[in-house]
């Protein structure tokens, strides 16, 4: 059986995987020990899917309470010292407890299923990794129930603010810590698992796209997280062991402090984009019925993105008075990550050309994705100008570029991943027609609800301000009422597409879409508990 268009990978033959169908009855443990004790891969993808969905919807709660504060000016419901907290709280749970274990859940279900293997490579490591999770996401949201609130101190909790945070900031240190050992152990599984484990036969040139992205993924992840635990931690001793590294009376520097996160933060804003991107890398061949255009060139910029986001990071502190050669190199150093990223988009294009499309949710999503993340893109490479950064910089329009990369970058590929593999998980097929209202509304939404950001921060509006000028009403209740609108969106995703297709729908053969291929697509729909006990050989 050729391996696929969807892999991308070069043309070879299967032989008949063993599925361990014949293990399926096989007694494991029901209820909740299933859960707690999980060390299936398939049990603790769900759980980690599970997990981040229930803190994308408190992140987005907090997100509207934001937009209602600031649907007309003046203080309307909160005041700025708490509407701080909701601001700084919604951005460290969509970044460490939504979007990045969302992207490991998918993971854990695809990794092993595609590459033929059995299970993660350690399975007790895999289930200790999840549960570090729910304690760091109670820590975040139990620090508004603290004295003094949660840190309001932005996502980036940049100090001289976060010295002089209350005992909310400690709790957001210590759940940044646990989330960042997670991360670290899921890294190593996925590394371990993919170049241990793979089919007899199957090279890493002939591995699906989705394995090069969380590969590359893992080993920056491996990179950058012990630089976010050493920023908090020294943030934690300058509150409570008498040491001066950010505080300037005692000798320490604040800008030294962005120099470390931002180290962190720019490789970790393409951990949150590079395995969407490997989705999409499967769902535009499999609805074109094409092989993906330029295989190898994908995993080769893929890398480029990899190496090149470690030389960019100062890109985030045009402001502070760096000497004029350092913005020249960071500024064309940005630039250069528009290359190896106009390559992935050329080739998804390139992919579609002549391809015979159907538009299933999942493809409309992947589309969707592109138009909306080049939109990202192009702003970003705005910002990379250092002259245009500095009179932009900390306004709106940062937060319209950075939620297009995220929102309707990172946030639409999941949609996308979801309505592609969701057959394989439930054994359900989706109702298309509740998977395309979801669809355009929340491509209708997204866009109208940040793409005015731009113009209020090229207007001068700052972000962060719990109030603002007249004159920047309109602009603000027009995205305040699309907000909302997005939002609903979300829970009529849970409610009528999510919860539907577990309980029940249209039975899912063990391929659904006629353009699908890969080793994930020979086990029945869904997936037993136990999948290729005897690994499948790749011709």
Not at 60 to 79: D, K, M, S, V, W
Not at 163 to 182: K, N
Not at 295 to 321: E, K, L, N, P, R
């Amino acid at each position: 059986m050729p391996v696929p268009p969807s892999s991308g990978a070069p043309a070879a033959f299967v032989a008949s995987p063993s599925h361990g169908a014949d293990h399926a009855a096989h007694d494991h443990p029901h209820g909740w020990r299933r859960w707690l004790y999980a060390t299936n891969h398939k049990d603790i993808g769900t759980l980690y899917l599970w997990f981040s969905l229930i803190m994308f919807l408190t992140g987005g709660l907090l997100a509207l309470l934001i937009r209602a504060e600031l649907f007309q000016p003046g203080l309307q419901f909160f005041q700025p010292e708490l509407y701080n907290q909701f601001v700084t709280s919604h951005g460290l749970i969509m970044v460490f407890g939504a979007i990045m274990p969302s992207f490991v859940g998918f993971a854990n279900w695809m990794v092993p299923l595609q590459i033929g293997a059995s299970d993660m490579a350690f399975a007790r490591m895999n289930n200790f990794s999840f549960w570090l999770l729910p304690p760091a996401g109670l820590l975040l949201v139990g620090s508004f129930f603290v004295d003094g609130g949660a840190t309001g101190s932005g996502w980036t909790m940049y100090p001289p603010l976060s010295l002089q945070m209350g005992a909310g900031m400690d709790m957001t240190i210590f759940a940044v810590h646990l989330m960042g050992a997670s991360s670290i152990m899921g890294a190593i599984n996925i590394i371990v698992t993919i170049l241990n484990m793979r089919a007899p036969g199957m090279t890493l040139m002939k591995m699906p796209m989705f394995c090069w992205t969380w590969l590359i993924t893992a080993y920056l992840l491996i990179a950058v997280m012990p630089v976010l635990a050493t920023a908090v931690t020294m943030l934690l001793t300058d509150r409570h062991f008498g040491t001066t590294f950010f505080n300037a009376a005692g000798g320490g520097d604040p800008v030294m402090f962005q120099h470390v996160f931002w180290f962190f933060g720019h490789p970790e804003v393409y951990i949150m984009i590079l395995p969407g991107f490997g989705m999409i890398s499967h769902i535009i061949p499999t609805f074109s019925r094409k092989p993906l255009f330029g295989y190898a060139s994908m995993v080769y910029a893929t890398a480029a993105i990899a190496i090149v986001s470690f030389i960019v990071w100062a890109h985030h502190m045009f402001t502070t008075g760096m000497p004029i050669t350092s913005q020249l190199f960071f500024m064309y150093a940005t630039m250069l990550v528009a290359v190896p990223t106009g390559v992935k988009v050329f080739n998804w294009i390139a992919t579609m050309w002549r391809g015979a499309l159907t538009f299933e949710t999942a493809m409309l999503f992947a589309i969707g994705f592109i138009w909306v993340f080049t939109i990202g893109g192009f702003s970003g490479l705005l910002l990379s100008i250092a002259p245009i950064d500095i009179q932009v910089h900390d306004t709106y329009y940062v937060v319209a570029h950075f939620h297009y990369v995220l929102v309707a970058g990172s946030l639409f590929c999941l949609f996308a991943g979801f309505y592609y593999w969701v057959p394989k998980w439930t054994g359900h097929m989706v109702n298309e027609w509740r998977g395309k209202f979801h669809f355009w509304n929340s491509l209708i939404w997204v866009n109208l609800t940040f793409f005015p950001m731009h113009f209020l921060g090229l207007a001068g509006m700052p972000r962060r301000y719990a109030d603002y000028p007249a004159q920047f009403t309109d602009f603000h209740a027009f995205t305040s009422v699309a907000a909302m609108l997005f939002g609903l969106t979300q829970v009529y995703f849970l409610f009528f597409v999510v919860l539907p297709t577990i309980r029940g729908g249209a039975p899912a053969p063990a391929k659904p879409w006629d353009g699908a291929d890969g080793l994930e697509w020979t086990v029945p729909s869904p997936a037993p508990f136990h999948t290729f006990d005897v690994p499948p050989r790749i011709m």
